[in-house]
């Protein structure tokens, strides 16, 4: 059980900056996700924290320990590479024991600890196959085996998932959870993809253009999103761009709308962004003269069978409504309608 | 040209069961043919004529060429060529081999001038590096010279004749040879093998030995047998660099071509001498495929 921490941590490759001044505290014990698009800068930090490359300023440091300058080969961290990386010339219990034999324990030991990892990951009785005989998802077991030989203080997964069929993808899923939890060592998986950071962490870490956005459990970085890119990434959302006010009032397009007041607004006139989520939003006819609500006109109806997807604008902007599937909608395409929207709506500071 | 010409060219109609892929195969076998099995076999039978004492040679079917194997003389000289082959390829791959590694692993701007250079000494004939090292290695020129002047010896002497000259040329020779065959594929070697290696404890050198080495042992192999391959075909480095006492099989083969006109002994030893190359590598591509299947 490790806590990580990154302070003041900056990646430059000669002029370009990959991460710019990371400040992050991860807790021990949980199972943490970076979260960003391609080139964001997530196998970069991750190749940080592991040794792989030096920080170019800042310190790591593990349970509080400063590691910055300490080799790969002395941080006992456990590393899943996004091609597995399985040594080709030794079978699958020598790739599991490797660590072990650079230790010079005896033969007996080494094979005994492979054969209990091997248990652990489902995958009894292929201690003495090559590597090549296995397919992509038992290489991947394997790999996942001899990183976590070791006992490492922290286990690091890159995109570990990603050459994965969709169905085995969905089952790793959950075995890679039930592993963190049964083990309870201090996990780092890096994704792109924003529902396997969903389902899977405890807490999730947004990063962006080398900045890391935010960071949050799973629920916080939905409901709760700090900036428009983590709006925008996380989940389909519509930002309304307008002014708030302290009394949890927001000025969008000459219409106030009632709010929750966010605590930045405390001055008058702060531009915000009102992050607006599909299952928050609903229909309503004009007649109906709901309050809080702002006019838009559908434009698209999307039966997807567990649910309808309807689509409609107010000027610019698009919004998405979920409505169940059950009952007839009573409107179609081109039809006038209100938007009525939630009070507990997130603010964003612009 | 004009088999080339209907093979390539036209779609090929297939031939009483053979495909194109076989036709294909047509070009060089002739080529083969004619540059490499005709001079082979013809060589093969010369192996057999009878040596005219004082003379040429007649056709003929004797074994004699071949007993003169047997001859302790010969013996030896085939064991010394073997054993100074096999330390020279040793040597070289073993050079090549981390340096190699570590060329691959610098900036492209650093890698391209230092695979130019190799080409470079490519480019210089045997006779050019042999001529070039009984300079460096003489008395008169050489690098004892340089080795007085910086006060270690006392006055300059020369490096050769010896086996030690022969092995450095061989050496010079060799290794772009070496650098060029394994480039490629340590170029195109996965990185992240060291990587993990390096987080399951192993630093730099032992990640070197414990995973790049036994990772590439195809690519080692196929170099060393290359190299030795050479080395065995050198014949002008032991005869410019050595005494009579250190030439190789090749030496003796020209010896025996050129100045003792005895066309079928040396016939006899190429023919040996290919065979134990062709031996290699076969037994060496099994051995290889062996273990990697
Ligand atoms: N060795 C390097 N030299 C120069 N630039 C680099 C190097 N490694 C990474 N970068 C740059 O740093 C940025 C972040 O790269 P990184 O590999 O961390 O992205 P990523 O978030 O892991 O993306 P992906 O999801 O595609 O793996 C990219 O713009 C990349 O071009
Ligand atoms: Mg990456």
Redesign the interface.
Known sequence: MTTLTLEHVWKRFGSFEALKDINLNLPSGKMITFLGPSGSGKSTMFRLV???DDTTEGTVRFDGEDVTRL?????????V???Y??????NVWENIS??LK??KRPKAERRARAEELLDLIKLPHIADRSIKQLSGGQQQRVSIA??L??E?RLFLLDEPLSALDAKLREHMQAELCDLQQTLGITTIVVTHDQREAMTMSDVVVVIDQGEVQQVGSPLEIYRKPATPFVADFVGSSTLLEGIARSDGTFEFNGQSLKVTAPDWASRDLTPGLLCLRPEQLHLAPRSAQTPNAIDVDVSLIRDLGSEIEVQARAGEYEFLVKESSGQPLGYGVGDKMRLHIPETAHLIRA | MTVQDTTILRPIPRFRGVDHKTLILIPPGIMLLVFFLCPFLIMGAVSFYYRVPDGFYEPDFVLANYAAFFDPVFLTALARSLTLCAVISVVCVSLAMPFTYLVSRMRRGIQVPIVILLLCILTLSEVILGFSWTILLSRTAGVSNVLVWLGILDRPVSYYPSRIAIMIAMLHFCFPFAVLTIYPPISRFDRSLPEAAATLGAGPIRAFFTVVIPALRGTIISALVLVFVFALGAYLFPQMLGRPADWTLSVLITDQAIYKSNIPFAAAMSVFLCLICFALIVGVGKLTKKSEG
């Open positions: 592991a040794g792989l080799p790969a080969h002395k941080r006992n961290v456990g590393m590479f996004q091609n990386a399985l040594f080709p010339h030794l490797y660590g650079l230790q001899r990183a030989a070791m490492p």
